[in-house]
């Protein structure tokens, strides 16, 4: 029975020292973009040991420290350390902020959401609300969910349990009597008669604080944001959003099935429909499908979701956070939702150049007809062609590569924009399909016409 135990304590310790050396082989870039996709599918602890490992490469970049701590908040793990993290990290807080660059080093204003959380699961109930009242001063008021967040963290000072750094389980008991918040506020806080007046008191929960209500901080309106950017790093994918704006003021339930930092278009989810794209405070695209008031009705989507083989879908709560407000209209001037419709063009590119065109590629304007120029930003693409039947372009093709032009290629386009050939093939099968149903149908049709014709 040792032996065994031996085998597997070693079995866990090899593996555990083969992922270590797997993160230490990964680049700086690599490991950012990893943990942010863990996050953003709630995979926390997955991403602890990513970031650890970031964050011991450079102990001096608040941004990984930050995002570490967050992870150790949300896991309920480590609260000391993640305290420590976050103290510190708070310091560089930027209100330019990018969520998005693996250059960024300073922090985003949510370092005091949860350094709010962090003390309060702790049960340290006096650095919770000085730290309440600080993130007022200087949160951007985007969504007031954050404040009426923390109001609740402080009401729930010291109740909840956290594993330490030995997984030890511990039950935190508040430090010090909760104090009123109106003695901690700012009194020079403007406030105007348009403000939203934040409540400390929720009448339907239990509470230790007073019974007051009180006016916390001046709301103001959210700035304006670009609708459309570039997201990532310099060159990165170029995305038009709209906001969404929930009429309904409790939870919507939906069924995320995926968080990408490419984004990718809806049509890409097979057996799936319904897709809603949104991009979070991170430059992530999460897909989502659905949007229920009651989490049975998700729950039973879900269900179906992983039957078609979306095994790590989950439920997520849409209306509770900012990572559902900016939903994503296209990506890189096409439609995220995009159908393909009507014809199918096959052509035969030849090229894409931005200054000079080879000398050899030109003599082609000298030999054929129907040369193609389409232009891509700083690209000239040039293309051959046109036809209606994949292996009628392939058999094109092959001709122009002994012409002299060996790395010329069929490619696809519906409605002037370029698709794959799977997608382009995939479509006219399925309308193939169709379009012999149809003829089955009319054919059934006259044939019940022609019988009735005989009966007379």
């Known amino acids: 029975m040792l032996r065994f135990l031996f085998i597997a304590i070693s079995l866990m310790l090899f593996q555990a020292l083969s992922f270590g050396q797997e993160l230490k082989n990964k680049s700086y870039s690599e490991l950012f973009n ?40 949300k896991s309920f793990k480590k609260i000391n350390k993640a305290i420590s993290l976050l103290d510190k990290a708070k310091e560089d807080y930027t209100k330019f ?95 105007t008669t348009s403000d939203t007046l934040l409540n400390t008191e929720d009448s339907n929960s239990e509470s230790t604080t007073p019974s007051t209500t009180t006016v916390v901080a001046a709301a103001v309106k959210s700035p304006y944001k670009d609708r459309l950017r570039r997201v990532g790093e310099v060159g990165g994918p170029e995305v038009m959003t709209r906001d969404v704006s929930h009429t309904a003021h409790t939870s919507l339930y939906g069924v995320q099935i995926g968080a990408f930092i490419k984004p990718r278009f809806a049509k890409d989810f097979k057996n799936l429909k319904n897709v809603e794209v949104y991009i979070d405070n991170n430059g992530v695209f999460r897909y989502v499908i659905g949007r229920f008031v009651y989490r049975s009705q998700a729950e039973k989507l879900l269900a179906y979701v992983r039957e078609v083989g979306y095994q790590d879908a989950f439920i997520a709560d849409i209306n509770s956070t900012d990572n559902f407000e900016e939903e994503v209209v296209r990506v890189n001037n096409q439609s995220i939702k995009r159908e393909i419709s009507g014809d199918v063009d096959f052509k ?26 389409d232009i891509q930003k700083d690209l000239t693409v040039l293309t051959l062609g046109e036809y ?43 309308k193939r399909e169709q379009e012999i149903e149809k003829a089955r149908e009319e054919n059934t049709q006259d044939q019940k016409g022609k019988k009735k014709k005989r009966k007379k």
């Open 34 to 73: 990893a943990s942010k996709l863990l996050i953003a599918n709630q995979k926390q602890t997955e991403a602890i040991p990513i970031l650890e490992e970031m964050y011991s490469r450079d102990k001096e970049n608040s941004n990984a420290a930050y995002l570490l701590a967050l992870c150790y908040v």
């Open 388 to 430: 209606g039947d994949y292996d009628i372009a392939k058999a094109f093709c092959s001709n122009i590569r002994e012409m002299g032009v060996p790395d010329a290629f069929v490619v696809a386009y519906n409605q002037g924009r370029k698709i794959s050939i799977e997608e382009a093939n995939q479509y006219l099968i399925h």
């Open 348 to 373: 035969v590119q030849i090229g894409a150049f931005k200054e000079d065109i080879p000398e050899d590629i030109m003599r082609i304007y000298l030999q054929f007809d129907n040369i193609n120029e």
């Open 97 to 191: 902020y990018d969520r998005s660059s693996v250059t960024e080093r300073g922090v985003s204003e949510y370092a005091y959401y949860y350094l709010i959380i962090a003390y309060s699961i702790k049960g340290d109930c006096k650095k919770t609300i000085a730290t309440l009242n600080d993130f007022y001063k200087i949160y951007s008021y985007e969504d007031e969910w954050y404040l009426i967040d923390g109001q609740k963290w402080y009401r729930e000072c010291g109740k909840h349990k956290w594993e330490d750094e030995d997984s030890v389980i511990v039950s935190s008991t508040p430090t010090d009597t909760i104090l009123a918040i109106e003695n901690s506020i700012n009194p020079t806080s403007e406030i």
